[in-house]
Every structure is written in C-alpha cells, then in structure tokens.
C-alpha cells in the first residue's frame, strides 16, 4: 500500500493527512479518525474511524477508471 497522497480530484492541489478526533488512553492522546484533506479546495474523503492512516490515505488515492 502507497503511503503517499495523490493530488485532489477536484481541482489538483496538495492534500494532507488529518487526525481530528483523538482520545485519550491511559494518559496519552491517540488518534481515533483519519481523514485527507486538499490544502486548496478543502475537499475531504470523510473520516476513517477506528482505522489507520493508512486506511484514509487509500480511501482518498482511490480514482474511477473513466
């Protein structure tokens, strides 16, 4: 699996992984959701909860054979 971000879809700019939502657990903050996220058209793949990064930035990477 490609741990690097495609361009956004929509309109080709930078995307980025984000960690939202995070708890706590015996002391430590921990990340609960990831999601991707263009840096210019703030288009988003939704949140992956209970999943890595690995799983949002897949989600995201996925296109459609036109």
């Known amino acids: 699996m490609s741990t690097e971000l495609k361009s956004c879809p929509f309109c080709g700019g930078e995307a980025f992984i984000n960690t939202p939502i995070k708890y ?18 703030k288009a988003s793949n939704g949140s992956c909860y209970g999943e890595g990064a690995e799983e949002a930035i ?7 054979e036109q």
């Open 24 to 41: 706590l657990v015996d002391g430590e903050l921990v990340p609960a959701a990831y999601y991707v996220n263009c840096k210019k058209c």
């Open 58 to 64: 897949e989600a995201w990477n996925r296109r459609i």
